[in-house]
């Protein structure tokens, strides 16, 4: 089929209810956008539910058939709230502290949420094509085909992502944390350091903004103005995840080929001379570098204990990747996939990913679970897709904002208004300055909330409060 903007797909098709869009970008030359759809499943562990929520009898090992098209039509896509793994205790039951406060954090629905994939979208930016793909003997591809004349090949100008008006007053923001709070915890993690429990930890706050939220309004913007390798549009019930991650967590191919790409280290971007020299800073930074390294060792221990014996290597060590607000410090680990093994098998080694815990990861999480004081959902977790064949991508869900609807008070869940939460964090290290860090976060947290309509007035960075 002739050429679609993915967003106009997106508006066009699927302007509501469940779906899944996974985007290569506004100008992007290459690579596929895919927008899919599917019934939804959802699965929880909490209070001693299962370990493996997603559900089984899928075929994802390494020699199973191939996806026709991995991102697309086969796989499950959704987001991960798996960072209430942070609510577990050392043997991997719930903290008895930790469980009654899980869904007064944020009131999400379920550990994991996923869309069993039936039908999708593949749009070949190098090829400029769309193909609508579907299971054997389904005439939805048909049908599509014949109605594809009715779809603008441009999205309109993205509108308001709130229902307030311009010039209104600013929606009413809060920080989980005040700033001297924050700096408390930065000091209580460098204590637990220097007590030898942990080598670097990944301290997080979170941002609610009240009030309604067009999801689908906030990501066209936040493609635009922020974007990341691994962004995405993922709508499941009354939780949208909009997100513009620069990190993968695993992306895995038909084969059982898999690779982990640790986020470790931030600098702003700066203005002529200026970037460059930012860029070069960041590399140098013995913290930025150990933090890096830390947590290298720890994905390599994670990919170890499902991978074949001697194929785990680092490809990539302490390279800088430029985006549009920030310099990021990645490494790359590979390895290959043992006998047997799932790229669900992968995703139990390896979350929560170390970049989002710290070293060593156990100790890590129980010590973050304490200081913290919350859960953090969505944040922290997972988004992206599982595969058959062995394929898959998920990106860490960072640089993202989880919008969600209002919602009555219920058996078990309390009532909870609509709006949109913005997670942020980083790593503290023992040489760590403790006002950098927050500073840090709070740069982070501000390209994400000027979506929302949040800005300070002189345009610096929105503080802490």
Known sequence: MQWRDPEAVVRHLAATGDVVWRDAGVAATRGR??????????????????????????????DAEPDRHPPGGAGRPGHGFGCRLLDRDATGGPRPAAAASTVAADGDPADLALLDVDRALVCDHAARSVEAVARVGDPWPRSVAETWADVPPEPPVPGPTRASSEGSASPSVRWRHRP??????????????????????????????????????????????SPAPHASFVR???????GASPESFVEGTTGGRVAASPLKGTRRRGSGVDDPVLARELVESDKERAENVMIVDLVRNDLARVARLGTVEVSELLAVHSYEHVHQLVSTVRARLGAGCTAADVVEAAFPAGSMTGAPKRRAVELLADLEGAPRGVSS??????????????????????????????????????????????????SSVPVDERDEVELKASALLAVLGVRAADGAPVRMS
Do not use: K, N
């Open 33 to 62: 956008s895919v927008v899919g759809r599917g019934p939804a499943r959802t699965g929880d562990v909490r209070d001693g539910g299962a370990d493996r929520p997603w559900p089984e009898g899928r075929d994802d090992r390494a």
């Open 381 to 430: 977790g997972a988004t992206g897709w599982l595969g058959r064949g062995g394929s898959a991508g998920l990106a860490m869900t960072i640089r993202s904002i989880v919008v969600h609807g209002a919602r009555a008070a219920s058996a078990g869940r309390p009532a909870r208004p609509a709006g949109a939460r913005v997670g942020v964090g980083g790593g503290i290290t023992i």
């Open 236 to 242: 499941i019930g009354d939780v949208a995840v909009v």
């Open 180 to 225: 001297d709070e924050y700096l408390d915890l930065i000091e209580g993690c460098r204590r637990a350091i220097a007590a030898g429990e942990a080598y670097q930890l990944c301290l997080t706050t979170a941002v609610d903004v009240d009030g309604p939220v067009d999801a689908l309004e906030a990501f066209a913007h936040l493609r635009r103005s």
